[in-house]
């Protein structure tokens, strides 16, 4: 089987968020299936002076093919229009023209396959949105996205509370619809066996990592409140906020708190390195496709407390707190039983190690090309 993947690799570049670490991972993890044939398609603007994609973007040793015309260009126009269709950069023996980014393109000839990875555009709740408080951005997000969709034969996604969301909300027929899921990378997984299991941090490593950035979507404000609570308590256990954005008037609280520590996006050994001095992962985000911090943190020892909302108790299963946000006394805790009662988080740390061994880059390639090849 061929394919070929339109990439958006400025997305890709690491360090990534999540859906830049999914493009990169599953389709390194895609190349290495026998029988598959790999090839990465970009505009032209991606490329270096050596007229490759930069080392920082995995993918770079893919083949690939360039399209010549810049990529905002390119994309306003499949937006507004479809046209051009990706036919005519297409290489002769393409099977499926397939991205794991939400891109929206047309192909008359060979069979779409696009990732949605979750259904936030379509929610009616303004604040879930998030990244589009416009009602005008959120209705161009949504025809765009519903067509990008139409055209598709397959639309994965990674869970099935995502699934479930983008049938009800965008309409989307069930047999359509596909669950990839989310890995570990193998750096990740070779980091994690060389770490032991720690019983108790260090003092001076006394401190919650919160993955995501301090903003209201992921739930800056139950952040705030827990790290009021432990100052209360007289506790000097700290946040660590790593990643972002962060929203400015939350940033302004988390000053006047003292307690929060903002270390902004970090490359991937660094952020496990962060995860696994952790006391535990505080995740308290209101909307996720999937979680992917959760099971990293699972993977190199750290205990999870996260929120009950959207995807979160599916990924984490019966190894995390799952804890209703607005809870704080809960929160605060586990918190506290995970700092003190070591057989407590050697428990939780055993679990989630153990649950976090199901999460591969592999197992998610096989479900796309099982997918792809119906």
């Known amino acids: 089987m061929k394919i070929v993947a339109y990439i958006q690799p400025s997305r890709m570049n690491m360090p990534s968020t999540g859906v830049g670490r999914h493009a990169n991972n599953v389709l390194l993890s895609l190349a ?37 015309l810049r990529g905002r260009l390119l994309e306003q126009s499949w937006k507004l229009t479809g046209r051009p269709f990706l036919d005519r950069w297409l290489p002769q023996g393409t099977d499926w023209v397939y991205t794991p980014m939400d891109v929206r393109f047309r192909s008359v000839r060979h069979p779409v396959a696009i990732t949605i990875h979750d259904a936030r555009i379509f929610e009616a709740d303004k604040e879930l949105q998030g990244d589009y408080p416009a009602w005008l951005d959120v209705q161009r997000m949504r025809y765009w996205t519903r067509r990008a969709m139409a055209s598709a034969q397959i639309v994965f996604t990674v869970s099935a509370f995502a699934r479930g969301r983008l049938i009800e909300l965008a309409g989307l027929h069930p047999q359509k619809v596909f669950v990839s899921g989310n890995g570990l990378s193998s750096d990740l997984i070779n980091i994690a066996s060389e770490l032991q299991i720690r019983k108790e941090p260090r003092p001076a490593e006394l401190y919650l990592a919160v993955i995501g950035g301090l903003r209201p979507l992921k739930g800056g404000e139950c952040v705030l409140q827990v790290a009021q609570a432990i100052v209360r308590s007289g506790d000097n256990m700290r946040i660590a906020v790593i990643g972002g954005p962060n929203d400015v008037s939350l940033v302004k609280r988390a000053i006047e708190i ?64 799952v804890v209703d946000p607005g809870d704080i006394s809960k929160i605060v805790a586990h918190v506290e039983q995970l700092r003190n009662d070591k057989s407590v988080r050697q428990r939780w740390i ?25």
């Open 350 to 374: 055993v679990a989630g190690l153990n649950h976090a061994k199901g999460f591969t880059w592999l197992k998610v390639a096989q479900r796309v090309h099982s997918a792809l090849l119906g």
């Open 258 to 321: 003292g307690n929060i520590d903002f270390l902004g996006l970090v490359p991937e050994p660094d952020l496990w390195s962060y995860l696994s001095k952790a006391t535990a992962l505080l995740f308290m985000s209101n909307y996720e496709g999937f979680g992917l911090p959760a099971i990293e943190a699972m993977a190199v020892g750290t205990p999870v407390i996260c929120s009950n909302r959207t995807s979160l108790p599916e990924v984490v299963g019966s190894a995390a707190f």
């Open 32 to 68: 290495c299936l026998p029988g598959v044939e790999v090839s990465t398609l970009f505009t032209r603007d991606n490329i270096d002076v050596g007229r490759r994609l930069p080392s920082s973007v995995p993918v770079n040793g893919l083949p690939f093919d360039v399209i010549p």
